[in-house]
């Protein structure tokens, strides 16, 4: 079974940064290689966003919301996923999610981000 585990959030200042960290079980070393990994969000009152995903081609994608801001790394021999977030806002201000696909259907339990001063 495939759990995913972030960790890393709590409370930031504006202008602030944070590194959030996601490590995935029930992967072989090989399907966790294969796989597009991403991070999403939700903010209170909101839907899930999609903020970004790297892919298992070594592509990265940003939505334009953190696009400058936010860098996504993975680590395949961790099976662990990251998300560098430097100038934080306070619209940041989320759940965020670690997520085998970019809508978020199978995701972690998510680490809260809270962005103020």
């Known amino acids: 079974e495939v759990q995913l585990v972030e960790s890393g959030g709590g409370l930031a200042q504006p202008g602030g940064s944070l590194r959030l960290s996601c490590a995935a079980s029930?992967?072989?070393?090989?399907?966790?290689?294969?796989?597009?990994m991403s991070w999403v969000r939700q903010a209170p009152g909101k839907g899930l966003e999609w903020i970004s995903t790297f892919n298992h081609w070594g592509d990265t994608d940003y939505a334009d919301s953190v696009k400058g801001r936010f860098t996504i790394h993975r680590d395949n021999a961790k099976k662990a996923l990251y998300l560098h977030m430097n100038s934080l806002k306070t619209e940041d201000t989320a759940v965020y999610y670690c997520a085998t696909d970019p809508r978020g259907d199978l995701r972690g339990k998510g680490t809260q981000v809270t962005v103020s001063s």
């Open positions: 029930g992967f072989t070393f090989r399907e966790f290689r294969e796989s597009d």
